[in-house]
């Protein structure tokens, strides 16, 4: 059977399902939008995917996977903590650059769409192999030996439901300004230097 990964129509409709995705939620995107954007075909959608949600699960796998390998890739790396640190908050600017109020709600916050367990349960496997990787960076010594890491990963998860507060979301241009803020919040709290 062929991998799927290799197909370039399969591939299409990851890309055009997470740029409509991010940018509109799930709810608003149709199949039919995310075949035009991919320029394929409805019966090639339904040959890779029984449904939308399904699509919706994938694209969240691969956005995570990419996430953490690329997360990995600069833990990993030979250089100073703070290169570590402005490193890891570039990554998580770039990875929510379009990212929309839809989005987070449809993604994280309603369950009537049937996502918000299966989010939780990856989110939750996400945050447990970046804390070994934080804790391991406190061996290491580029981590503060003192964090409770746990409790960061914690406060995180948290965060999520507070990012859909509308007062909140109106004291920001976008959701990816309000989420640049909580990053640098919680990596340099309020010094006016960022080491």
């Not at 908050?89 to 996502?115: A, R």
């Not at 990816?176 to 340099?188: R, S």
Request: aromatic residues 12%; glycine residues 6%.
């Amino acid at each position: 059977m062929e991998d799927p990964e290799s197909n370039k129509k399969y591939t299409a409709i990851l890309e055009a399902s997470r740029k409509l995705f991010w940018k509109h939620g799930l709810r608003r995107v149709t199949v039919e939008e995310i075949c035009k954007e991919a320029d394929t075909s409805k019966m090639t959608f339904y040959r890779f995917f029984p449904n939308k949600n399904e699509l919706a699960k994938v694209v969240l796998d691969r956005y995570l996977q990419e996430g953490l390998a690329a997360f990995r890739k600069i833990i990993h790396e030979n250089s100073s903590a703070a290169e570590k640190m402005q490193q890891m908050i570039q990554l998580k600017m770039e990875g929510t650059y379009d990212i929309s109020t839809e989005f987070i709600q449809d993604f994280f916050i309603k369950t009537d769409i049937g996502l918000s367990g299966y989010v939780t349960g990856r989110m939750n496997d996400y945050f447990k192999e970046a804390i070994e990787e934080f804790k391991a960076g406190q061996e290491k010594g580029w981590i503060r030996k003192d964090l409770n890491v746990e409790f960061l990963f914690y406060f995180s998860r948290k965060m999520i439901p507070v990012m859909y507060d509308k007062e909140l979301l109106q004291l920001f241009k976008s959701p990816h300004e309000m989420i640049g803020e909580l990053t640098n919040l919680i990596v340099y709290g309020i010094s006016p230097l960022k080491s």
